[in-house]
């Protein structure tokens, strides 16, 4: 699995947002909007999840984009153009189901914004008409605003410090558009997890259908380890097999807060110069 294209799309404002397109000839082939991959930089290294975030069939190339906060996304990021892969594995998860829903609100926050691009462009070719809620902490962070405008009816930029678009949070315009106007089928939101909570609770009196795309914490993606592990309607569900799309007015979003810090002792050990990953064998070929 080759890396074909490398290109940093945040600036250099840290932590870095950077885009690839790798050689994967069957997922680009079978991978449809909503699925994911899972990818080891090394032998040693371990699973992360990534979504897929466009694909060339006749070219058989996949682009994913991450941003450099972890162990593993920042070795990923010292990868160059030519450099390989030790596994990629996709297309995973359920695609996220694609009709005409007539008006549809789309709401992207921070990375979560790559996972919306492929939707809006399936949506948009479904023939609905989509009003896009992006948000970021600065203009540099606000990633594939033009490409997701292109297909929106409506558009509005938003970022913390207000160096792009309105100041503030996605949800001080969601709130205005549904006091005006509650006349969507669907709002689809990816984002961080206090984002889509946000959100959901909405989004919840106007009874509008909310579905959240998650990113929960994942080693298999097969259903097999049980990390990923949620609670939806008071059922115990699986994102990597029963998602990643959940309904946001079910998803028990304090106990998925919970658990993404689980193990923010380890993520903070392994970047003190990989100092946790000698115990559990996180290395890359040159022991870095």
């Known amino acids: 699995m080759k890396i074909i294209e490398k290109k940093v799309v945040s600036g250099e404002q840290l932590p870095r947002i950077t885009s690839m397109i790798i050689s994967s000839p069957e997922v680009a082939k079978k991978a449809l909007p909503g699925q994911f991959i899972i990818l080891m930089v090394s032998e040693q290294g371990e699973r992360i999840p990534l979504t897929v975030v466009d694909t060339d069939p006749d070219k058989g190339t996949v682009t994913i984009m991450f941003q450099e906060v972890g162990?593993?996304?920042?070795?990923?990021?010292?990868?160059?153009?030519?450099?390989?892969?030790?596994?990629?594995?996709?297309?995973?998860?359920?695609?996220?189901?694609?009709?005409?829903y007539g008006k549809v609100l789309i709401v992207g926050g921070g990375v979560g914004i790559a996972e919306v691009f492929p939707v809006v462009k399936a949506l948009n070719k479904a023939g609905c008409s989509l009003y896009t809620v992006l948000g970021a902490r600065s203009k540099d962070l606000?990633?594939?605003?033009?490409?997701?405008?292109?297909?929106?009816?409506?558009?509005?930029?938003?970022?913390?410090d207000?160096?792009?678009g309105e100041k503030g949070f996605v949800t001080g315009p969601l709130g205005r558009i549904l006091k005006e106007d509650q006349d969507f089928s669907l709002v689809y939101c990816v984002g961080p997890l206090p984002m889509m909570k946000a959100v959901s609770e909405l989004t919840r009196p106007y009874s509008i259908k909310t579905i959240v795309c998650l990113c929960t914490i994942m080693i298999d993606g097969t259903g097999m380890c049980g990390g990923c592990r949620l609670t939806e309607?008071?059922?115990?569900?699986?994102?990597?097999?029963?998602g990643p799309d959940f309904d946001g007015h079910l998803v028990d979003f304090d106990e998925l807060l919970a658990r993404g810090k689980r193990f923010k002792p380890q993520e903070e050990q392994a970047l003190q110069k990989g100092s946790g990953h000698k115990n559990c064998r996180c290395l890359d070929k040159q022991g870095k």
């Open 162 to 164: 207000g160096t792009f």
């Open 233 to 242: 309607a008071g059922q115990v569900k699986f994102c990597c097999v029963d």
């Open 142 to 160: 606000l990633i594939l605003k033009d490409e997701i405008k292109a297909f929106s009816h409506q558009f509005y930029p938003v970022t913390d």
């Open 71 to 100: 162990y593993t996304t920042k070795l990923l990021g010292t990868l160059n153009e030519g450099d390989e892969l030790h596994s990629f594995v996709g297309p995973l998860g359920n695609p996220t189901p694609i009709e005409n």
